[in-house]
Antibody, heavy 121, light 107 residues
């Protein structure tokens, strides 16, 4: 069945970088927009950004624009989130999520299990 | 950016109760709203999209309504499995956003 599995989380010092990956299976990855959403401990959901099915369009939340970059490799069915200049406030569980076919804006139909990123000295 | 203001933040209810959660958008967003359910330690689950369309497999006790700036999620008869946190999401623009969440607790 459709599945998303994130990896790459861990403990990182403030100011450093980290790259998350999300492996997709069970569906035609290259047809769908893909999102990243995070959730700080005990907090709500925060949408981070979306990449179109063909990577031609990317949109980001104001809070991470310029620091975070979303990319994808459709040949490897993999989504990425490159995070730079990390801050303590970026500590959260990061989810990758499947959007709509051929549409960059839309709701999420499938979520990964999440990967925890802790930014700490 | 479009802000989604969700209320209440916490709701205490009993099994069998009718429950309503509201989301207000800071600007008109047609019907581009989805609702999700999240249980502790789990990823969210899509319940409703386009304000009122039930996702496949979701029980019919869940319903959504609204357009423009005001939206509601209703659970017609609360079941034990429904105690969770619920989030609205707007996807009107290419800068999507979630409401703050409503935790539905056992009364």
């Amino acid at each position: 069945q459709d599945q998303l599995v994130e990896s790459g989380g861990g403990v990182v010092q403030p100011g450093r970088s980290l790259r998350l990956s999300c492996a997709a299976s069970g569906f035609t990855f290259g047809k769908y927009a893909m999102h990243w959403v995070r959730q700080a401990p005990g907090d709500g959901l925060e949408w981070l950004g979306v990449i179109s099915y063909d990577a031609s369009s990317k949109f980001y939340a104001t809070s991470v624009k310029g620091r975070f970059t979303i990319s994808r490799d459709n040949s490897q069915n993999t989504l990425f989130l490159e995070m730079n200049s990390l801050r303590v406030g970026d500590t959260a569980v990061y989810y990758c999520a499947k959007g709509l076919p051929y549409d960059s804006s839309g709701y999420v139909t499938l979520w990964g299990q999440g990967t925890l990123v802790t930014v700490s000295t | 950016d479009i802000q989604m203001t969700q209320s209440p933040s916490t709701l205490s209810a009993s099994v069998g109760d009718r429950v309503t959660i509201t989301c207000r958008a800071s600007q008109r967003i047609s019907a581009w709203v989805a609702w999700y359910q999240q249980k502790p330690g789990k990823a969210p689950k899509l319940l409703i999209y386009e304000a009122s369309t039930l996702q496949s497999g979701v029980p019919s006790r869940f319903s959504g309504s609204g357009s423009g700036t005001e939206f509601t999620l209703t659970i017609s008869s609360l079941q034990p499995d429904d105690f969770a946190t619920y989030y609205c999401q707007q996807y009107n623009s290419y800068s999507e956003s979630f409401g703050q969440g409503t935790k539905v607790e056992i009364k």
